[in-house]
């Protein structure tokens, strides 16, 4: 690959994978079409998921999954002290994730009747950013690949990535979808971040906010349109903490 007559370098990559289902990872390697460019525009180091290579000399490490064990602690400052670029991939690294969801528990009871006698040890669920300082987040259950891609061209050339500020009804609107709540559905695509290109409202079912909240979400108005449409405040906040990018923020 060149672009105007320049070979760019090549940045060395790893993948790390910590709490998660590693849909994430598998989105890297996903969409045959550009998968070959996308490979080929940086050095695969240490990505458990697609190379027996392991190597600790990496430039930039992707971190999936939330933390939820003292051990995942060691590894992630080991990482960081590697790492020239720290990205958080996906909405487990970036904010706990459907993770974070165990935090309402009482630990001691579920591991005593998910586990019984073989006890397991576990933290609660926090995202990366909690842990280390994390360079860039990019959000998303799973992550969007073809931002990724963009956001790879971005280190390659060393320019900076700008994540949409609109919120996810502004790609709804652009493919000419039904709103969801004219349907009698809730939907967090007004105060969700852009940039997935509204699978879900498209698809005909709301936006669960994957992506965390957009750049000024305006929830109080949110808050107010999803009374007058008589959507319950649990139902509400149940789908808000759903994946956890709003928390703190209800
Ligand atoms: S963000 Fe979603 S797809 Fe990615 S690792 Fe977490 S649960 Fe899996
Ligand atoms: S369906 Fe959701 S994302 Fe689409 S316009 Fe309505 S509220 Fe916005
Ligand atoms: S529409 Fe909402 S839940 Fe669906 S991918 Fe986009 S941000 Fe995530």
Redo the contacts with the bound molecule.
Sequence with gaps: MKYLGIKPKRPKIAVF?FT????????LVNKEETVIDFLGSVDVINFREISSTISNDFEVAFI???ITRDDEINRLNEIREQAKVLIA??????FG???RLKNAYDFKKANQEVYGKQHKETLPARAVKEIIAVDLQIP????DKPEVERIVQHLVWDVPYQFPAYPVCFECKQQYTTCVFELGQLCLGPVTQGGCRAPCPVGGSGCWG?RGPAADPHLKEFLQIADEREFSRKEINERLSF?SGFEGML
């Design positions: 994978d998660g289902c590693e849909g994430c990872e598998l989105q999936e999954g939330a991939l996906g909405s487990c690294a970036c994730g459907v993770n998303g259950c799973p992550v994957c994946y």
